[in-house]
T-cell receptor
Framework: EAQVTQNPRYLITVTGKKLTVTCSQNMNHEYMSWYRQDPGLGLRQIYYSMNVEVTDKGDVPEGYKVSRKEKRNFPLILESPSPNQTSLYFC?????????????FGSGTRLTVV | EDKVVQSPLSLVVHEGDTVTLNCSYEVTNFRSLLWYKQEKKAPTFLFMLTSSGIEKKSGRLSSILDKKELFSILNITATQTGDSAIYLCAVEKQAGTALIFGKGTTLSVSS
């Protein structure tokens, strides 16, 4: 089944403790991206990647890192999480070669930083 | 500054009603506009629009884009309770770059 898989689905952590949220897709998509969703603010893009070793900042990159060493994986790293990073996070992927592509989203990661 | 504005922010209708959701945008380097439905968690793809005036349809849902007036509408006819969800509009700037979302319209359909 074609899908985007995020792990973990839920995470509670403490301020300052480094964490990684994984994202993997099995559709051979070139494009992957991360979003956070907050009440009243909607979905905002954190980082995106057009292909392996190519990443760029979205609207809200502060406090986050990403890497794209393999085409299928795009982990989101919080080096020193803070409470304002408590949010619902989504990873998405897309094929840039399909003229009618849409973005496929993962199931989300609910992160709480205390 | 790029922005995508959806209206209304919320809407309550009765089953069988027809609804129109609006999305206006001011985005440089526009490439496409996308509509998503979000129920419990992950947004699911509905439509991608790149050309003005060409309606896209899927069952009771349809959407159209006006690139001159910079807006799109999503129509849902004969609404059902299963249509209750947040509907998200997003604008893609260039292929594989920024995707800018509106805040969404929360639709509630009562039986």
């Amino acid at each position: 089944e074609a899908q985007v898989t995020q792990n973990p689905r839920y995470l509670i952590t403490v301020t300052g403790k480094k964490l990684t949220v994984t994202c993997s897709q099995n559709m051979n998509h070139e494009y992957m991206s991360w979003y956070r969703q907050d009440p009243g603010l909607g979905l905002r893009q954190i980082y995106y990647s057009m292909n392996v070793e190519v990443t760029d900042k979205g609207d809200v990159p502060e406090g986050y890192k990403v890497s794209r060493k393999e085409k299928r994986n795009f982990p989101l790293i919080l080096e020193s999480p803070s409470p304002n990073q408590t949010s619902l996070y989504f990873c998405a992927s897309s094929s840039l070669r399909d003229p009618n592509y849409g973005y496929t989203f993962g199931s989300g990661t609910r992160l709480t930083v205390v | 500054e790029d922005k995508v504005v959806q209206s209304p922010l919320s809407l309550v209708v009765h089953e069988g009603d027809t609804v129109t959701l609006n999305c206006s945008y001011e985005v440089t380097n526009f490439r496409s506009l996308l509509w998503y439905k979000q129920e419990k968690k992950a947004p699911t793809f509905l439509f991608m629009l790149t050309s003005s005036g060409i309606e896209k349809k899927s069952g009771r849902l349809s959407s159209i884009l006006d690139k001159k007036e910079l807006f799109s509408i999503l129509n849902i006819t004969a609404t059902q309770t299963g249509d209750s969800a947040i509907y998200l509009c997003a604008v893609e700037k260039q292929a594989g770059t920024a995707l800018i979302f509106g805040k969404g319209t929360t639709l509630s359909v009562s039986s």
